[in-house]
T-cell receptor, first 111, second 117 residues
Framework: QKEVEQDPGPLSVPEGAIVSLNCTYSNSAFQYFMWYRQYSRKGPELLMYTYSSGNKEDGRFTAQVDKSSKYISLFIRDSQPSDSATYLCAMSGGSNYQLIWGAGTKLIIKP | DSGVTQTPKHLITATGQRVTLRCSPRSGDLSVYWYQQSLDQGLQFLIQYYNGEERAKGNILERFSAQQFPDLHSELNLSSLELGDSALYFC????????????????FGPGTRLTVL
């Protein structure tokens, strides 16, 4: 079993919809939870990060962490075609804080 | 533009050959990370260097090696290439050795696309 599980999709939704992207993990030592966005053939870029549990909001994006369920989510409100990309979760903590990556979910926003 | 540069952008070579990928980190960043991304495997962490020293190793094959030079640029050497090595290779850099805050995020370069024929 992988330390971080993420559904690769693709996830296709109409423009304007609320998108929910999720990852589950097994290592209870993880403390930092990140979401990276990767456009086709480009390098990933950090979208948001959260420390420990709770919510964090940045514009149309909200990151949620539920450490009791070992489950993290990224919500995108009022989704736009420009949000079409692959979203990767990553997390770190424990003895060496090495980043552990999810497989990435491909998101397609249809105009 | 993340500030991380990678050369070359594209590389086409034959099986059995050896290639070298180069990465220059952002100014001030001491950590360099190498990743492999193929269609069916996602983003795979290969190796990390911090200030010239190897800090962490991931799923790096014995045919692959890397180093970080005194000027902090890094090279990834891939030898005895196989068809399955065809992938995007990303370099990333960060200020410190590991993520403990948003000030230490990894910035990714544009990648080198390797095609092994």
């Amino acid at each position: 079993q992988k330390e971080v599980e993420q559904d690769p999709g693709p996830l296709s939704v109409p423009e304007g919809a609320i998108v929910s992207l999720n990852c589950t993990y097994s290592n209870s030592a993880f403390q930092y939870f990140m979401w990276y966005r990767q456009y086709s053939r480009k390098g990933p870029e950090l979208l948001m990060y959260t420390y420990s549990s709770g919510n964090k909001e940045d514009g149309r994006f909200t990151a949620q962490v539920d450490k009791s369920s070992k489950y993290i989510s990224l919500f995108i409100r009022d989704s736009q075609p420009s949000d079409s990309a692959t979203y990767l979760c990553a997390m770190s903590g424990g003895s060496n804080y090495q980043l552990i990556w999810g497989a990435g979910t491909k998101l397609i926003i249809k105009p | 533009d993340s500030g991380v540069t990678q050369t070359p952008k594209h590389l086409i070579t034959a099986t059995g050959q050896r290639v070298t990928l180069r990465c220059s980190p952002r100014s001030g960043d001491l950590s360099v990370y190498w990743y492999q991304q193929s269609l069916d495997q996602g983003l795979q962490f290969l190796i990390q260097y911090y200030n010239g020293e190897e800090r962490a190793k991931g799923n790096i094959l014995e045919r692959f090696s890397a180093q970080q030079f005194p000027d902090l640029h890094s090279e990834l050497n891939l030898s005895s290439l196989e068809l399955g090595d065809s992938a995007l290779y990303f370099c990333a850099s960060s200020v410190g050795p590991f993520f403990t805050s948003g000030d230490n995020e990894q910035f990714f370069g544009p990648g080198t696309r390797l095609t092994v024929l």
